[in-house]
């Protein structure tokens, strides 16, 4: 089992900053790429970014690309999520997810384990 604790999220202006974090129990062969997802109210849970351990290869979502930085602390095993000009459509709560390699990282059912969600809210 591998447990996965986000934090970071919180109320911001629109055009402001936050950088929520993802501490994994413990990198596995089954955990290799570590993504985020959000899910704002009335809507189906969607892709941010991913990135994986070995090589830090990221991948992101169109809505989300010159805004949004995913990185990775190996020796942490801490995956961050730096979001920049922040929008009020990005309200949602934020899941960090681990699962293996693979071509479907932008799809929830790719992942097998996830966080508990922590909320970003952007005022206008």
């Known amino acids: 089992q591998v447990q996965l604790v986000e934090s970071g999220g919180g109320l911001v202006q629109a055009g402001g900053s936050l950088r929520l974090s993802c501490a994994a129990s413990?990198?596995?062969?089954?955990?290799?790429?570590m993504g985020w997802f959000r899910q704002a109210p009335r809507k189906e849970r969607e892709f941010v970014a991913a990135?994986?351990?070995?090589?830090?290869?990221?991948y992101y979502a169109e809505s989300v690309k010159g805004r949004f930085t995913i990185s990775r602390d190996i020796p942490k095993n801490t995956v961050y999520l730096q979001m920049n000009y922040l929008k009020p459509e990005d309200t949602a709560v934020y899941y960090c997810?681990?699962?293996?390699?693979?071509?479907?990282?932008?799809?929830?059912?790719?992942?097998?384990?996830w966080g508990q969600g922590t909320q970003v809210t952007v005022s206008s």
């Open positions: 990135i994986s351990w070995s090589g830090g290869t990221t």
């Open positions: 997810a681990a699962g293996p390699l693979g071509g479907t990282y932008y799809r929830t059912l790719h992942y097998d384990y």
């Open positions: 413990r990198r596995t062969f089954s955990t290799a790429v």
